[in-house]
């Protein structure tokens, strides 16, 4: 199982910016895809998570409104949306599968994590 995060970078406070999760390995269908962030000197967050078969998706509150997630099957590929992005959301950004059914927001509910990529807001 790999899960590849890309897309991160530098943007200013207000910018937008898209995270890919390159999934393989796995049948798509069968695992739910979360999102979490760690800044430095903090602990791993909950950001936002797709469940199984994409039925439903859920965000955390520090992030609702702002960002969201979506896949596409024909690239096993999911995408975190980042808009109106603030100086608090720089962190390095994970993307993690499960099979656990329903909303998962604890990270060790989760099996196989990508390496994680860093995103920096500047103010």
């Known amino acids: 199982v790999q899960l590849q995060a890309s897309g991160g970078g530098l943007v200013q406070a207000g910018e937008s910016l898209r995270l890919s999760c390159a999934v393989s390995?796995?049948?798509?269908?069968?695992?739910?895809i979360g999102w979490f962030r760690q800044a430095p000197g903090k602990e791993r967050e909950f950001v936002s998570m797709?469940?199984?078969?994409?039925?439903?998706?859920y965000d955390a509150d520090s992030v609702k409104g702002r960002f969201s997630t979506a896949r596409d099957n024909a690239k096993n590929t999911v995408y975190l949306q980042m808009n109106s992005l603030k100086p608090e959301d720089t962190a390095i950004y994970y993307c993690?599968?499960?099979?656990?059914?329903?909303?998962?927001?604890?990270?060790?509910?989760?099996?196989?994590w990508g390496q994680g990529t860093l995103v920096t807001v500047s103010s």
């Open positions: 993690a599968a499960t099979t656990v059914v329903g909303i998962v927001t604890t990270a060790d509910q989760y099996f196989h």
């Open positions: 390995g796995i049948t798509f269908d069968s695992y739910a």
């Open positions: 797709l469940t199984r078969s994409a039925r439903s998706s």
